[in-house]
């Protein structure tokens, strides 16, 4: 293991002194107007484990609009603690100097970060620093490549419709694509959104249907409004849940049923139970066996 970070920082708190009695972590992810990336998250969740298994009480302080209702640098005391890490990111700009003032009155380290400007009061306030880089010591591997992480979750393909004014009243793509949307921010998944549509002019489309393809068939499933996004996604062997935005239904229903699909979900009859249902479905050996078949046809 590569850990000589989260090691340096273990000998720095449990050295010559007295070890923390009550130490808080915290991060980019800490303020409020910061930001929560996925490596500093991972960042913290390493930390954390390492403190853990040395024995130090710590808590960590969210943003409230990441982590709603947990503690924060608002709501926590700074005189409950005699010890404050920073975690991950750039120790640069006024939110990280701004912690030397409100937690003054404790020793203040940072560890896995990157030194933009070693005269920054945001760098000078903290008593050590264990940086990853811009020091003149050698870089170090950073704290998220090492740390504990869950089962991956399935990555799903969203392509949705957001036209077709020729299906007039009979339209509920609005209505349709926030029950989507919104049933899909609740599940545990990564979240591709992916659009057929071509382009040559704009790098965040695929500029040929081979490229769509590919993108498609490294999916673990699919969820469409789109007749192409059900039609391609079954002849790469992906699973699909499609969703009739049009009342009373029409061409996606008409292609799922000519594919015999089973997988297809009606605008007037969308609820999260349903999409639940055939999400497991979708992602049961049975889902991927039915997919995989209509590849081979």
Known sequence: MHDDVAEAVLRSLLGPGRPPERLLLTGWFSFRDGEATAGDVLAQRHMSAALTGAGIRHETAWSPGFRPGELSLETADPRAYDTLLFVCGPVHGPQVAALHGRFG???????????????????????????????????????????????????????????QGEYGV??????????????????DCARVPADSRLATDDWRLCATAEQFLALVARLDLVVTTRLHGLVLGLRTGTPVIAVDPVAGGAKVSAQARTLDWPALVAADALTPDILDHWWEWALSGAGRTAAACHSMR
């Open 105 to 163: 009155s404790c020793r203040r380290l940072a560890a896995g970060v990157s030194v933009v400007d070693p005269a920054d009061p945001a760098v000078t306030g903290f008593h050590a620093i264990v940086a990853r880089d811009g020091t003149a010591a050698p870089a170090r591997r950073d704290l998220a490549a090492d740390a504990p992480a869950g089962p991956l979750p399935p990555v799903a393909g969203v392509v949705l419709s957001h036209g």
């Open 170 to 187: 009979r339209r509920r793509h609005a209505e349709v694509t926030e029950r989507i949307t919104g049933w899909l921010a609740g599940k």
